[in-house]
């Protein structure tokens, strides 16, 4: 599958990074240069869907460091 780098960010603990895949235009999130999945399945879709998720977790990295 060859991907294109179209967003990253950095936290205290992770490295985030949204990427394109150039052979269906959907979207995917890695975390730590892995991809992240839930429930066992690679989590894809528009740029705002993962984009939400990648806040999602964010935030609930940033609770768990409060």
């Known amino acids: 599958m ?3 780098v179209v967003y ?3 936290s205290a603990e ?3 990074t949204i990427c394109q895949d150039e052979e269906s ?6 975390i730590d240069e892995q ?3 839930e429930d ?3 989590f894809e879709g528009s ?9 999602d977790l964010r935030a ?3 609770l768990k460091t409060i």
Not at 25 to 30: H, P
Not at 47 to 55: P, R
Request: no cysteine; net charge negative; aromatic share 16%.
């Open 25 to 30: 235009d959907s979207y995917f999130l890695v």
């Open 2 to 4: 060859g991907s294109l």
């Open 40 to 42: 066992g399945h690679l």
């Open 47 to 55: 740029f705002d869907d993962v984009h939400d998720k990648l806040k």
């Open 8 to 10: 990253s960010e950095d």
């Open 14 to 16: 992770h490295r985030y």
């Open 35 to 37: 991809p992240y999945k």
């Open 60 to 62: 609930a990295e940033d």
